[in-house]
């Protein structure tokens, strides 16, 4: 009686187990999509290759936030700020006390600070969730990503993992497969980057692993989990579907925004009444 | 202006490029120095010896969806120049004795900056750069990146002549009044280098192809822009969108990838181009480690013909470094600020 009843106990604890596992594998293929199957490349690798696009407004504040007038107000409803839910798991960002004071003066110098104001290299993940298209090119060895924002640029090495040799705007990417999800960890950032428009910051102790995961033909998924030690008292989440532009002959064009920032950054510096070309 | 103010303008893009290459310097060398093989010039030699001899030719890789494989990160550095001196005349090839002893030369000459100055602490390139006597070089026996008999770049049209001469009455006077009155390059808009036509640059002539299915990405290091290629057969963009970069479509012929390249902006001024100009390059791996690239540029507007050209791209190490050139460019703050500087000490002195 006693075997019977442990071995009772035994199945049910299975059952509960297997049931448990049921439970959780149809959650995460809730959560992941996991029933679709990515068309592949050539050489057998889930096909990223595409022009693709964040339909949201992370980029003005990657934290849920309601619509706002613009900087200018002659400039009317042409430069409000659009309004949206964000894109941070939980909504929250855990800031070390003092950085989140930092945080709120970069909001307040925000028209002059925020490095996408002046076109420089927007840094990683900002880049994936600006309002401009990126395309993937994908080689074996080598992804390469194009961002139509001010011509940056980042290739990813799918070969073994190397160090980063030197910080840069945007950082050192390696990756590798894990299934379909495209993983890259990316490192050697420096603390010259915001990840919106709203002052969110990080130091040159970022790390960030992106995960690309096909969801469907014209939809990937993209979630990053950033970790800074010196910024942030944990690691936290972004996630957001990236969509494909499907327009016939999609491409991306030229934006070299340099020169339009020059008046804010070079203005002072300039004679006065202007002359030549 | 004092002269060393325009000294210092005339080096003002490299500014920007010190602490960027200084950055490199850090690293492990993307390239290190190395003395050309022989191979290249072999090659070639067989190549157009090889119906005699029975030279095989060489059958490039393929990617995984059959298309020639032209990736890699390569240096298109040259020690021939774009133009040939005019005392070589006609000859377009050297003899392999003249190509050596012209290569040893060309790369034992390093930029000459005086021990202890400005400039040999900022700009010396053979110091804080990889300017081409320490770059691996494509072995060549050609006296000029254009081929033919004539080796140089036609003469302007005149209509092109009066465009040119019309852009520095406007500027003149007027160098240093605001960011705009300087070069693309300076401004850390477009590099001379990014083309097309891409060709070397005194240092940093890196540049890596990646082929994804439909597409060829060339990226350079200066100043870290893509020119992504589709080769679908897709037409040019609408004439009303012209870039600076122009705009790019491929297509593959054999082993050889051929882009056509239209709608340039008038402020290209590629050798004093206009917006009609029309690049035409083709991109041929000719053996493992070399990738040649010709071009040939029109312009109605601009020159009486087109022109050609060669230059051979040779495999190295990398990776490519991140050329942050906007980002770092105290050259325009430090030009422009020092003009204002000029410009009060004139009007205290009136």
């Known amino acids: 009686m006693f075997r019977m009843q442990n071995r009772l106990e035994t199945l ?18 809730a959560a992941q999509n996991a029933a679709y199957k990515a068309p592949r490349t050539a050489d057998g690798k889930p096909d990223l290759n595409g022009i693709w696009q964040a339909l949201n407004t992370a980029d003005w504040d990657i934290q849920a936030h309601a619509a706002a007038a613009g900087p200018v107000p002659s400039l009317a409803a042409d430069f409000a700020i659009p309004p949206g839910t964000g894109i941070v798991e939980g909504n929250e960002i855990p800031y070390l006390p003092a950085m989140a004071e930092k945080k709120k003066q970069n909001f307040a110098q925000r028209f002059t600070a925020d490095p996408e104001v002046k076109c420089y290299l927007p840094g990683v993940p900002r880049a994936t969730y600006m309002p401009y298209p990126f395309q993937i090119v994908q080689s074996r060895k080598t992804i390469l990503i194009s961002y139509e924002y001010d011509g940056a640029v980042r290739t990813i090495d799918m070969g073994k993992p190397t160090p980063a040799p030197v910080d840069s705007w945007m950082g050192w990417s390696v990756g590798h497969w894990e299934g379909d999800t495209l993983v890259v960890d990316v490192t050697g950032l420096n603390d010259k980057t915001w990840f919106d428009r709203a002052g969110n910051f990080h130091s040159d102790a970022l790390h960030v692993v992106e995960r690309y995961t096909p969801r469907s033909a014209d939809t990937l998924m993209y979630e990053a989990t950033i970790e800074d030690p010196k910024v942030f008292s944990k690691p936290w989440k972004i996630s957001m579907p990236l969509y494909r532009h499907v327009e016939k002959n999609a491409q991306l064009l030229e934006f070299k925004c340099v020169e339009f920032a020059e008046e804010l950054i070079y203005g002072p510096l300039r004679k006065q009444p202007r002359g030549g070309r | 202006m004092s002269n060393r103010f325009f000294e210092l303008a005339s080096i003002a893009a490299c500014a920007t490029t010190a602490l960027a290459v200084a950055t490199v310097f850090l690293a492990p060398a993307p390239a290190a120095a190395q003395t050309p093989s022989a191979k290249l010039l072999a090659a070639k030699e067989g190549a157009k010896d090889g119906a005699k001899d029975g030279t095989k030719a060489w059958t490039p890789p393929r990617t995984p969806d059959g298309k020639p494989d032209i990736q890699g990160i390569f240096s298109n550095a040259s020690v021939v120049p774009l133009e040939r001196p005019k005392d070589l005349g006609s000859k377009e090839f050297f003899t392999k004795e003249e190509a050596d002893a012209y290569e040893k030369a060309a790369m034992s000459r390093h930029e000459i900056v005086a021990p202890g100055t400005y400039g040999d602490v900022h700009y010396n390139m053979q110091q804080f750069g990889l300017e081409k006597g320490q770059t691996k070089v494509a072995e060549t026996i050609r006296t000029s990146l254009i081929v033919g008999p004539e080796g140089r770049v036609p003469p302007l049209l005149p209509a092109a002549q009066a465009r040119a001469a019309a852009r520095q009455a406007a500027n003149k006077g007027h160098e240093f009044d605001g960011p705009e009155n300087r070069g693309l390059s300076e401004r850390c808009i477009l590099w001379p280098n990014e083309g097309p036509p891409m060709l070397p640059e005194g240092y940093n002539s890196n540049l890596q192809i990646v082929q994804g299915e439909g597409y060829v990405a060339i990226m350079q290091e200066t100043i870290h822009d893509v020119r992504i290629i589709p080769t679908d057969g897709r037409p040019h963009l609408p004439p009303e969108v012209h870039q600076l970069v122009g705009d790019s479509r491929g297509h593959w012929e054999g082993n050889t990838l051929v882009v056509d390249t239209t709608n340039f902006t008038n402020r290209t ?81 009136k």
């Open chain 1, 12 to 29: 049910s604890i299975t059952w509960i187990r297997i049931a448990a596992a049921a439970l959780f594998a149809v959650v995460t293929a």
């Open chain 2, 269 to 349: 001024a590629f050798r004093g181009s206009s917006e009609n100009l029309h690049v035409v390059e083709r991109f041929t791996r000719t053996d493992p480690d070399t990738v040649t690239y010709q071009f040939t540029v029109s312009d109605p507007s601009t020159w009486e013909k087109s022109w050609s050209g060669e230059v051979l791209m040779t495999k190295i190490d990398g990776p490519i470094f991140e050329y942050a050139c906007h980002e770092g460019n105290y050259g325009m703050r430090n030009n422009l600020s020092g003009a204002r500087a000029e410009d009060q000490k004139k009007a205290a002195q």
